[in-house]
């Protein structure tokens, strides 16, 4: 499994991506921003101009297109791929059975109770040896 690690990652720095330039990138998220305060000012702003849905599709539609240049700068290209192989290495996992799902939450709703039982009492019996302590007259 470690020398499957350490291949995999000398094979990841072999295969350099190249991302765009810095001067792009930057651009690419001022179009971003741009695009994404476009969305909610102009709401804001034409919310007498416009009803409701008309308002709601230009929303939708600035912040469509204010993701698509998020996507596609460096950052977004290597959230893309990581989200990729999230989905990939989610398939791999093995969910338990609904038998084995009820079992679990029956013992830590069991566990549950008998700890709140036991602290319980335990704040019983402090409360009660302070009661009788305080009540003392010497």
Known sequence: ?????????KHDQEQ?????SKG???????????????????????????SLPVRVVGVVVALLIAFGFAAITNQGTKARTFFSEAKVEGRKVVWPTRAETRQTTLIV???TVLTS???????SII????????????
Do not use: H, P
């Open 24 to 50: 792009l990138n930057t651009l690419l998220w001022i179009l971003s921003v741009a695009f994404f305060t476009a969305a909610a000012i102009g709401n804001v702003y034409f919310k007498e101009a416009f």
């Open 117 to 123: 039982l036991f602290f319980w009492a335990i704040d």
């Open 16 to 20: 350099v991506v190249e991302g765009k």
């Open 1 to 9: 499994m470690a020398t499957e690690i350490v291949e995999k990652k």
């Open 109 to 111: 709703i069991a566990v």
């Open 127 to 138: 409360i009660a040896l302070i009661n009788f302590l305080t009540d003392l007259r010497f």
